[in-house]
């Protein structure tokens, strides 16, 4: 049995209970004690006295003295196979399509010793940022690809019981059309994808691709996990016509899009009409605000040019219209997004600043914890509750504010009964 006396929970990933009925705006927490048994938490209740515990602290408790306490992260859009190819395959115009090209040429690297080493590393730098679920994207461009997947479920297996890790294919839309398109879900569900995945731009054929996707989803029992309008065209309408398809088809496995930044900057009403679609069609949608951050509103031959977007979707009005909204990490130093550490804490910290999730703080809590862990499928994760995992992430911070205010590793990890400091790897681990 552990004790955690005081600690500073965020309200929303508090029973209702525990959390009461409206959170202060500014300080969106509740000083709790955490009581835990063997690997899952057994009780939470508000403390009864924040002064500090008087005399020596009784064996098995520990007082946090207001410090402020994460769930184990959920990260549910990341691509682990790409992460930390940045030094050989560096994006020198920071552009979408030469990232694609880069890219490209990279893949001649990518063996299984590369890719353990590569993705192994950033698992390790999740675990030790307090991350618990991954869900990654996996490149499949068939016959090429089953490496990558091999790869995925070595980790898989070897991560087991630290981080789940969830593995989706990502292909173009309109290979499940072509003569692989039976071959590409087969090859993802061998290595135990969870939904499958791609992207495509807009086209006329794309309603019956979306069509046939659909068809190959629902007779393998999957969801979806789609990249979708990433870009600043206007014109560009995956989303919308993916909503289209999902209620034409009355497809009822889970459906996700991942970034949908061109809804951003159509004109008001296309957007009201293209929210309603998504809502109606249950599709959760996944923000990825620092790659959008790094790659969106590069225009034109002008380099260096300040950006004038921030190139996000348009998260408050999917929210208002009750659509689920996570924010993940998405690329990490690679050609798509230069940096990143797989830090969902950064993730979080640094939407807030881009997307204005100041405004909504209780509730933007949810996006790498409780709606990631629903819209990845695991309802039970990202929460402090009595039955849930004990996986917790101890910031030092005493509020809301001072959490925002200092990014930082320095964080101690609950896992069970066992309480460390984390240890983030060095990057000589990457050798
Ligand atoms: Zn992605």
Redesign the pocket.
């Known amino acids: 049995m552990l004790l955690l006396k005081r600690a500073r929970v965020p309200a929303a990933v508090l029973p209702p209970s525990v959390a009461g009925p409206a959170p202060d705006p500014l300080e969106p927490t509740v000083v709790c004690d955490i009581g835990i048994e063997g690997s899952k938490i057994a009780s939470v209740a508000r403390s009864a006295d924040a002064a500090p515990l008087g005399g020596a602290p009784a064996q098995g408790t520990s007082d946090l003295d207001g410090a402020v306490v994460f769930p184990g992260f959920v990260d549910a859009?990341v691509?682990l196979d790409k992460a930390h190819t940045w030094e050989r395959a560096p994006n020198r115009s920071g552009r979408f399509s030469e990232a694609l090209d880069v890219l490209a040429r990279d893949k001649e690297n990518w063996n299984r010793a590369d890719l353990m080493r590569r993705a192994g590393f950033a698992l390790h730098c999740a675990w030790e940022h307090g991350t618990r679920i991954l869900r990654t994207?996996v490149d499949t461009w068939l016959p090429w690809g089953e490496v990558n997947h091999a790869a995925m479920q070595e980790l898989r297996e070897a991560w087991e019981g630290r981080i789940t890790l969830q593995t989706v294919p990502l292909t173009g839309i309109a290979n499940y059309s072509g003569p692989e398109g039976d071959a590409v879900a087969d090859l993802a569900v061998k290595y135990g994808a969870c939904a499958l995945g791609g992207w495509s731009p807009m086209s006329q054929d794309l309603p019956g691709q979306l069509d046939r996707l659909l068809a190959i989803a629902r007779d393998r029992g999957l969801g979806l996990d789609l990249?979708v309008d990433e870009n600043g065209d206007p014109r560009e309408e995956v989303l919308r016509t993916l909503a289209e398809a999902v209620i034409r088809n009355r497809f009822a496995n889970p459906v996700v899009c991942?970034h949908c930044c061109s809804l951003a900057v159509q004109p008001p009403e296309r957007q009201r009409s293209t929210i309603a679609l998504v809502r109606e069609a249950a599709i959760r949608v996944v923000s990825?605000p620092l790659c959008n951050l790094y790659l969106q509103d590069r225009r034109g031959g002008e380099f260096p040019r300040t950006p004038r977007w921030r190139g996000i979707t348009l998260i408050h009005d999917l929210l208002d219209a009750g659509v689920p909204v996570a924010c993940a990490s998405?690329?990490v130093r690679d050609a798509f997004h230069a940096y990143g550490d797989l830090d969902a804490a950064e993730v979080y910290i640094q939407s807030v600043r881009i997307a204005h999730l100041d405004s909504r703080l209780s509730q933007s809590v949810g996006m790498v914890t409780t709606a990631a862990a629903d819209l990845v499928g695991l309802p039970d994760m990202g929460r402090v509750a009595p039955g849930a995992p004990a996986h917790l992430v101890v910031f030092p911070a005493r509020s809301f504010s001072e959490f925002l205010s200092r990014p930082r590793s320095d964080r101690r990890l609950v896992d069970g009964e066992a309480v460390r400091d984390a240890r983030p790897p060095g990057y000589g681990e990457l050798r």
Do not use: A, E, K, S
């Open positions: 859009h691509h994207h990249h991942g990825l998405d690329n």
